[in-house]
């Protein structure tokens, strides 16, 4: 079955310090894979996603196939990063986004 | 706002009953993605509509349907209530419907069934 898991419910890290947000999925095939972020009284918006190989605020992820994760990093964390992130994968490029449970990352002062 | 708008914000109803909610897209946007958010399941890929015409779906229940009409908003029908369909209700539009259209989301719509 195709899912996404992200096993933190909470992570709370100390401004400055290095944030690794965990994600892994099942999908047999070539996986599309996303993060999602929400800021506090914000709307869910796209943080990015894997095809773009881009960073943004910072943060980069990489797909490793064999361990199926794409875990999201930032080497320095900021208390603005604070805010719920979701992992996302779109198995066969259908559209249909399959949602991690979400980590809420709580960046300390 | 030009953003994705959800209507209502919040819905309180009892079990057996009905609801609609709606969702205006970006301006522009044609496709309109429909997810639910419950507690123990996170968000869930419901149905999306391209142009008036559903294109995905998901695991969407026979109870619930949802359409999108010729000024590209979209509805969806919720029937015959369930306290287990408490949840929060999210729509989404992008302008196409290729995987590298971003989807972007609306607040969502917080509906409780007692």
């Known amino acids: 079955a195709q899912r996404v898991t992200q096993p933190e419910k909470l992570l709370s890290v100390f401004k400055g310090a290095p944030v690794e947000l965990k994600c892994n999925y099942s999908y047999s095939g070539s996986p599309e894979l996303f993060w999602y972020v929400q800021y506090s009284r914000q709307r869910l918006q796209l943080l990015l996603r894997?095809?773009s190989r881009e960073s943004i605020k910072g943060f980069t992820a990489d797909l490793n196939k064999g361990e199926t994760s794409f875990h999201l990093k930032k080497p320095f964390a900021q208390e603005e990063d604070s805010a719920m992130y979701y992992c996302?994968?779109?198995?066969?490029?259908?559209?249909?986004?399959?949602f991690g449970t979400g980590t809420l990352l709580a960046v300390q002062p | 706002d030009s953003g994705v708008t959800q209507t209502p914000k919040h819905l309180i109803t009892a079990t057996g009953q009905r609801v609609t909610l709606r969702c205006s897209p970006r301006?522009?946007?044609?496709?309109v993605y429909w997810y639910q958010q419950s507690l123990d399941q996170g968000l869930q890929f419901l149905i999306q509509y391209y142009n008036g015409e559903e294109r995905a779906k998901g695991n969407i229940l026979e109870r619930f349907s949802a359409q999108q009409f010729p000024d590209l908003h979209s509805e969806l029908n919720l029937s015959s209530l369930e306290l287990g369909d408490s949840a929060l209700y999210f729509c989404?539009?992008?302008?196409?419907?290729?995987?590298?259209?971003?989807?972007?989301f609306g607040p969502g719509t917080r509906l409780t069934v007692l």
């Open positions: 894997h095809i």
């Open positions: 989404a539009s992008s302008p196409g419907q290729d995987l590298y259209n971003e989807q972007f």
């Open positions: 301006s522009g946007d044609l496709s």
């Open positions: 996302a994968l779109d198995p066969g490029a259908t559209n249909k986004l399959i």
